[in-house]
């Protein structure tokens, strides 16, 4: 039974913004396939079907209460462990990493999924030990626990996903009330570390990555390429873009993975300047609502959910603007909601379930 005031308290912002954002990227696939020549194609119909499916899936996060994930916290991250593992055992490859399970007709990707379990068991996890926090034995307990999930996705390899869990590591240790110092020192130990083992834990094609991000004309037809003609579609756009319909470096298909990576510069080419910001204050909007939502939570293993959520979708929204415009490498991070790709739309709308679930429980006189 859903108790009353749900509707009424649901929170409208966060759930249109998602919503819009949702509907942009759909938007977008049917002018690429427009653009190649076909009315509907493959990847309009995918998008749909799995827009559908994630609304289905959300909204039964939105009507259970959130609570339950704590109860199974540790059951949960057991499945997400093996859930890792098993890909590596699998390997099937893509682009050079092991990222995907096949089912039948349908494909997902773990580490998609790897990254909203580990919010919601890190999130069990903070609350229960909060008012032993900063003592050396918990925060070496926290520690643990993220690298686990963190070094099986590094080996898999997949170095964007894997930088998505650093953020959410810390952002949720922040909220918890880990004393600043500690995770200044800490975020120090791991870049310098990181900058360390770049010889030896980054492959060849990552390499090149780098070096097409510092400078992409030392090889404008090989892995400087996707930038470059990000960069000319981005600029092509103007203030009002081409038009939808009108998309000649990613409706033709001179700008790779247009429909997922690089989606943000289609929209630019399409809509100019003005898609561009209107995408991102949809983000910032969906952002700030779910730091309301946050600040409303009725206890503290909500808020580290929200928490949790926050530096997911920021992160890679930060990210993924920045490598199309060639401030940041490419590291394959999709645009939250909007990008083609069916295993990141549905975790976040199961992310969008949880929150509006926690938005309509922050006061328990709704359920007298």
């Known amino acids: 039974m859903i108790p009353r005031g749900y509707a009424k308290n649901m929170d409208i912002g966060l759930i249109t913004s998602a919503m819009l954002l949702i509907a942009v990227g759909l938007l977008t696939q049917f002018s690429l396939e427009w ?79 790897a990254k909203l379990l580990f919010v919601v068991t890190f999130a069990g996890f903070l609350s229960r030990y909060r008012q032993d926090i900063n003592t050396i034995p918990i925060l070496s307990l926290a520690f643990l626990q ?12 997949d170095l964007g996903t894997a930088l998505v869990f650093v953020f959410i590591f810390f952002g949720m240790l922040f909220v918890a009330g880990v004393d600043w110092l500690t995770i200044f020192l800490s975020l120090v130990i791991c870049v310098s570390s990181g900058i360390a083992a770049t010889p030896y834990v980054l492959k060849d094609y990552q390499f090149k990555r780098i070096t097409a991000f510092l400078n992409p004309e030392s090889n404008p037809l090989g892995t400087g390429y996707q ?75 909500a808020m580290l959910i929200c928490a949790g959520v926050f530096s997911m979708i920021a992160f890679q929204a930060i990210i993924n603007i920045g490598m199309t415009m060639g401030l940041f490498p490419i590291t394959g991070i999709p645009l939250p909601f909007v990008s083609y790709g069916g295993s990141s739309l549905l975790i976040n709308a199961v992310a969008v379930g949880l929150l509006l679930n926690i938005s309509v429980r922050r006061r328990k006189i709704m359920f007298v």
């Not at 003609?229 to 790779?256: D, E, M, R, V, Y």
């Open 35 to 113: 653009n190649s020549g076909r009315l509907v194609g493959d990847y309009f119909i995918h998008q749909l079907a799995w827009i559908i499916l994630s609304l289905i899936v959300g909204s039964v996060c939105w009507i259970l209460n959130y609570k339950i994930w704590d109860r199974f916290a540790w059951l949960l991250y057991i499945v997400n462990i093996v859930m890792l593992i098993g890909l590596l055992i699998m390997d099937k490859k893509i682009s050079g990493a092991a990222s995907w399970f096949k089912l039948g007709f349908m494909s997902f990707q773990p580490s998609e999924f």
């Open 146 to 157: 993220f690298l686990l999930p963190f070094g099986l996705i590094m080996l898999q390899p």
């Open 227 to 301: 930038l470059i003609q990000s960069k000319i579609a981005i600029g092509s756009g103007g203030f009002l873009g081409k038009g939808i319909f009108n998309s000649t470096q990613a409706g033709l298909g001179f700008l790779p993975t247009a429909q997922s990576d690089f989606v943000f510069s289609t929209i630019c080419e399409q809509a100019g300047f003005v898609g561009g910001v209107f995408v991102i204050g949809l983000l910032i909007t969906f952002l700030s609502r779910v730091m309301r939502v946050g600040g409303r939570a009725e206890d503290m293993f």
